[in-house]
């Protein structure tokens, strides 16, 4: 029956791409439905009358602003095990008018891998249950399929081998997919760069339902998927990543300094400093209350950072007693969960919890922010529903990558990212978002201008959303938001999308628009 099944699956993709040059303008649910239990097993659908339909749907939503009695939620949830149940949801959907979105890790900022802002027929792609790591070890490289999390991702490099790593972002229930398709900034990036900049090849379904490699898709469209944002060229199954070699010890500390202690310059004098370190050391800075928290991951011994921090960083005063030295896996735990006897098997873990909402921003930062200024940013940390922020620098390896490398543009001349962030639970999200909103307001004059950058991994709707016109996003309207997340890429995203996406099949509120000649 499964054989059957494939060849059945076979002849549907050689049929049907063939002259698949359209969406049908009208949506047909019921034909859509039915054409995805011909064509997969049926405990891989779950629609809305299924019993499992909510628990599926909630498993990996991140806040409750996307879970509420008003969310525009999904015909069906599609989990698939195989690359053939991914391509024939792409070709049911395309043949009956219902367009897909798609869900790994469930982090997207604003939901749009699983919701909708306006009404929509649309299904859900939820790619949880393809999640394999095989990682080669002569070869140090591994190929990661996208519904694996990056903390399954690290365990399985580096579980049996304490020298091999991966630089990608930290927080362990992030998917693959949606985080490497974004660019995927961390903790190593000055040493190695992006997780994009370390993706040997991908395999992907297309809007014609094509099963393509890096081979078959071309350079054009490999380029796009590695930082162009998810949800806009295919749905990308699986990558083939470099593995990174790191010493058995790294060194890490968590600093914590006051007002009273000097954290308006501390913070000041790092604006500089933490871009120009030596590429093994990063130090990342998390504004909050009164404080700052002076968070470090050194490829390298607690002796030669003590020195290298009182030559280039002393108004930290960091000391050996602030060492903690652990194997590289254990660094993730330990950064994620602030013990360093947490055992790394909980980056295994997948948990949600839908207690808290979150609203988030960011900001790319070219020239220091002067002290009187910080002084000032502080004093916003004790206003009413006030959040945190998060600065990530930039330079060592980032500031040697061209601009066009790949789609993530934030290169030479940035010293670090601003990630601005909420929370609240149940009606109190009033004053969270009037003061993160205020905030990102009163930064406008101190960060990248023409345009003001953002990162598409914080993806933020408050910068623009897609307009639509006769079936079709519009460029006009996607370069508001697009400029800001890719600066002079967005064309060359928007010129790949035509080729491999015309009819603007895989669509959401900021998603790449086709670029066709004549249409604005």
């Known amino acids: ?22 969406v049908p303008s009208l949506a047909s649910p019921d034909d859509f439905l039915q054409c995805l239990r011909d064509k997969i097993p049926s405990e891989l659908l779950y629609t809305q009358s299924s019993s499992s339909f909510a628990g599926v749907l909630v498993s990996s939503i991140r806040s409750a602003r996307f879970f509420t009695n008003t969310t525009v939620r ?43 802002v306006r009404p929509e027929v649309f299904g859900v792609v939820d790619l949880a249950d393809l999640r394999a790591v095989s990682v080669n070890q002569s070869e140090t490289t591994a190929w990661v399929d996208s519904g694996a999390t990056i903390g399954e991702l690290y365990y399985t490099i580096a579980k049996d081998n304490s020298q091999l ?66 949800g806009s060229f295919g749905i990308v199954l699986s990558w083939k990543v470099q593995l990174v070699q790191v010493p058995p010890t790294v060194t890490m500390f968590n600093i914590v300094r006051t007002l009273d202690q000097g954290a308006v310059d501390i913070v000041t004098r790092w604006q500089d400093v933490g871009p ?21 991951l050194y490829l390298g011994t607690c002796s030669s950072l003590v020195a290298t921090m009182g030559d280039q960083f002393p108004e930290l005063a960091m000391t050996s007693a602030d060492c903690q030295s652990m194997t590289w896996l254990q660094s993730i735990a330990f950064i994620s969960f602030w013990n360093r006897d947490t055992p790394v098997e909980v980056l295994l873990s997948r948990t949600t919890s839908l207690s808290t909402f979150t609203k988030s921003k960011s900001d790319y930062v070219q020239s220091a922010i002067s002290k009187g200024v910080w002084k000032n940013i502080f004093s916003w940390f004790t206003m009413n529903g006030a959040g945190l922020i998060i600065l990530e620098p930039h330079g060592g390896f980032m500031g040697s990558v061209p601009t066009d490398a790949t789609p993530y543009p934030h290169r030479s001349g940035v010293l670090y990212n601003v990630q601005y962030m909420v929370f609240w639970q149940g009606d109190g999200g009033t004053a969270a978002n009037t003061w993160l909103g205020n905030l990102y307001d009163f930064m406008g004059q101190y960060v ?26 519009t460029f006009d309207s996607a370069k508001v938001w697009g400029e800001q997340y890719f600066t002079s890429n967005f064309q060359r995203l928007a010129a790949v999308k035509a080729a491999v996406d015309p009819t603007d099949y895989f669509r959401n509120e900021q998603s790449i628009p086709p670029l066709v000649q004549g249409r604005k």
């Open 74 to 116: 999904p015909l069906c949830v599609v989990r698939p095990t195989d690359a053939s149940h991914v391509q024939a949801a792409v070709l049911c959907g395309r043949t009956q008018g219902v367009r897909l979105r798609v869900r790994s890790g469930g982090h997207d900022y604003e939901g749009l891998s699983y919701r909708s």
């Open 165 to 230: 790593a991966f630089p990608a972002g930290l927080c362990p229930t992030i998917g693959v997919g949606g985080h490497f398709s974004g660019g995927a900034i961390g903790m190593m990036m000055r040493k190695y760069g992006l997780a994009v900049d370390n993706v040997l090849d991908a395999k992907l379904v297309n809007a014609n339902g094509d099963l393509l490699d890096r081979a078959g898709m071309g350079e054009d469209l490999f380029w796009a998927i590695r930082g162009g944002g998810g």
């Open 448 to 473: 990248s201008k023409n345009p003001r950058q953002a990162y598409v991994n914080y993806r933020d709707l408050d910068i623009g959303q897609n307009v639509v016109v006769d079936d079709a996003t």
């Open 276 to 296: 120009s370190l030596p590429n093994d050391l990063t130090i990342r800075v998390i504004v909050q209350g009164q404080q700052a928290l002076f968070q470090a």
């Open 1 to 22: 029956m499964a054989m059957l099944k494939r060849l059945a699956l076979a002849l549907f993709v050689s049929f049907f791409s063939c002259y698949l040059t359209s």
